[in-house]
Nanobody, 126 residues
């Protein structure tokens, strides 16, 4: 059974930091692009960051470049998202996702991504 389990969300003040984790199981981790999407109330789901577990290539949305860092621990089948200098506009449910068809999840139709986690809430207060 494929599982993507997110953790690390919470409430933080603007300027603060959080670290999200995504623990993967049930598929060959090294063959996949894994990353994070987010969805704020009333808005569409958007890509945040992606990493190729094959070669470690990383990709970021312009809105988070320089503030967020994605990394993977292939031995633990886990992907992390370090979020620094958080802003109220970062408030959203953050979803982990995985797909084997491209090096980056940004290259895959969002509606066709193979696997999704349940999501974790991140709230940034002003």
């Amino acid at each position: 059974e494929v599982q993507l389990v997110e953790s690390g969300g919470g409430l933080v003040q603007a300027g603060g930091s959080l670290r999200l984790s995504c623990a993967a199981s049930g598929f060959t981790f090294d063959d996949y692009a894994i990353g994070w999407f987010r969805q704020a109330p009333g808005k569409e789901r958007e890509g945040v960051s992606s990493i190729s577990a094959t070669d470690g290539s990383t990709y970021y949305a312009d809105s988070v470049k320089g503030r967020f860092t994605i990394s993977s621990d292939n031995a633990k089948n886990t992907v992390y998202l370090q979020m620094n200098s958080l802003k109220p506009e970062d408030t959203a449910v953050y979803y982990c996702a995985a797909d084997r068809r491209a090096a980056s999840l940004f290259q895959v139709d969002l509606n066709g991504i193979e696997y999704w986690g349940e999501g974790t809430q991140v709230t940034v207060s002003s």
